[in-house]
C-alpha cells in the first residue's frame, strides 16, 4: 500500500514523535535510511529534526545483494549494509539519536551504537499504522509496571487450552537485574533502543532453563511469514530449544523453515512477553512488518532465535515472533494474563 501522507502531515507526526524522544537544540540526530526504501520518511524526518533544532545528518547507505527493506530484513536478522560502509558507523557513533529505517534489530552495529550511549529509534511501519499506534505516557507507565514486576520475579510460566505449558527461569545479568527490553514507542534515555509503533515487553530465561510445551492454536500468529495458523502446532521444549515438533501442514512447514537454517541456534528459545496496546489489531493483512500482532493488548508473544539484544549468547539470523492469543502468564505465583486480558489494575488499560 503506497503512502499517500502529505510531507506536511508526515513532518508534523514525526515532530510530535521526536518531542516525545527529547530531540531539541543541541542534539546530534542522524537519520538512516538504505537504498530506495523509506526516502519520504527520511525527508520528513530530517525536517522534523531541524524544525525542533538539533543538529541532522541524513544517513544514507546502498542497498545490499538482497535489496535491503525492514520486510525482508526482518526475516534474516543480524545483517545489514552498515558492516559495510564504516563513515556511516562513524557518523552514526558521534550521534545522540538514530532514527533507524533499515532495522539494525539483533545486529552487531546495533549493539555497538547502544553501547557507546547512542539512542535508537527503529520506525519502519506504514505511516497509517504508525499513526493509529503512536505512543503515550499511559502505555510507557503499563510497560514500565510489568518491567517492575518481571524484575521481581523469579519465574514465568504461561499457558492455552491447546495445551501450552511452558515456564522460563528468568535470566538476570551479573548486576543481578533481569534482562528486560520494554517497547512504548519512544525513547530518552542514552543507549535505550525503541521501535515504534509498539506497546510491550519481553524477557529471557537462562540459556538452559526453558521446559515445557507451546501449542499454538488457531488463528494465532506466525513471523515474520505474517501467517495465521490453520491447525495446531506442537512443539516439545527442553533445556532452552525446541526438540520436537507436532501437527498437521503447518507444523511441518514451520519445522522445515527452522532447518532450512541449517543453524542449531535457530531453535533456541528467545524472548517472552505480553502485549498492552490496546489499539493494536489482530490482523495479518496490512503491509508492514505487523507490529500490530506483537503489541496487541493481552497477547503472549512467544519467540524464538537470538538473543543478544537482551544480553544472551545465541546470535542466530532465524527469528520468530509467535505471537498467541487467549493465554494466561504468571510471574512467580502472580496472575498478570488470563485468557488473553491482563489482569492487575495497573497493568489493564483505561476501560479495560
Known amino acids: 500500500m503506497a503512502n499517500t501522507a502529505s510531507m506536511e502531515e508526515m513532518t508534523q507526526v514525526f515532530s510530535d514523535e521526536l518531542a516525545l524522544c527529547n530531540v531539541g537544540p543541541g542534539e546530534k540526530v542522524s537519520v538512516l535510511s538504505e537504498g530506495k526504501h523509506l526516502q519520504d ?103 514500565e509496571v510489568g518491567e517492575q514486576r518481571v524484575q521481581a520475579a523469579k519465574t514465568l510460566r504461561f499457558t492455552n487450552k491447546a495445551g501450552t505449558d511452558v515456564i522460563y527461569e528468568l535470566k538476570s545479568g551479573d548486576d543481578g537485574l533481569k534482562r528486560v527490553v520494554t517497547e512504548y514507542g519512544y525513547t530518552t534515555t542514552p543507549g535505550r533502543w525503541d521501535h515504534w509503533p509498539s506497546g510491550f515487553l519481553a524477557c529471557i530465561g537462562t540459556e538452559d532453563g526453558v521446559e515445557g510445551r507451546v501449542v499454538m492454536d488457531v488463528d494465532d500468529i506466525i513471523l ?100 498467541m492469543k487467549d493465554c494466561s502468564l504468571w510471574l512467580d505465583d502472580e496472575l498478570i494474563v488470563r485468557d488473553g486480558e491482563l489482569v492487575p489494575d495497573d497493568l489493564r488499560a483505561p476501560g479495560r
Open 41 to 143: 520518511y527520511a525527508e520528513a524526518f530530517v525536517r522534523a529534526a531541524e524544525g525542533l533544532g538539533a543538529d541532522v545528518n541524513n544517513v544514507h547507505v546502498a542497498a545490499d545483494s538482497t535489496g535491503g527493506g525492514a520486510e525482508a530484513r526482518i526475516k534474516e536478522v543480524g545483517i545489514n549494509p552498515l558492516s559495510e560502509d564504516p563513515a556511516a558507523m562513524a557518523t552514526l557513533k558521534e550521534s545522540d539519536m538514530v532514527v533507524d529505517l533499515m532495522l539494525l534489530l539483533f545486529s552487531k552495529e546495533q549493539l555497538e551504537l547502544q553501547a557507546g550511549g547512542t539512542r535508537i529509534l527503529l520506525a519502519v511501519e506504514p505511516f497509517e499504522i504508525l499513526k493509529r499506534l503512536f505512543p503515550d505516557e499511559d502505555i510507557r507507565r503499563r510497560v
Open 224 to 323: 515474520p511469514n505474517k501467517e495465521f495458523v490453520r491447525d495446531p502446532i506442537d512443539m516439545t521444549i527442553r533445556d532452552g530449544f525446541i526438540t520436537e515438533f507436532r501437527g498437521g501442514e503447518d507444523a511441518k512447514k514451520l519445522q522445515a523453515f527452522y532447518e532450512s537454517f541449517e543453524d542449531p541456534g535457530a531453535f533456541g528459545i528467545a524472548h517472552i512477553g505480553w502485549g498492552l496496546n490496546q489499539h493494536a489489531l489482530w490482523d495479518v493483512s496490512a503491509p508492514g512488518i505487523c507490529q500490530d500482532g506483537r503489541a496487541y493488548y493481552g497477547n503472549v508473544l512467544f519467540s524464538t532465535g537470538p538473543n543478544i539484544e537482551f544480553g544472551g549468547t545465541n546470535n542466530t539470523s532465524c527469528h520468530f515472533d509467535l505471537p
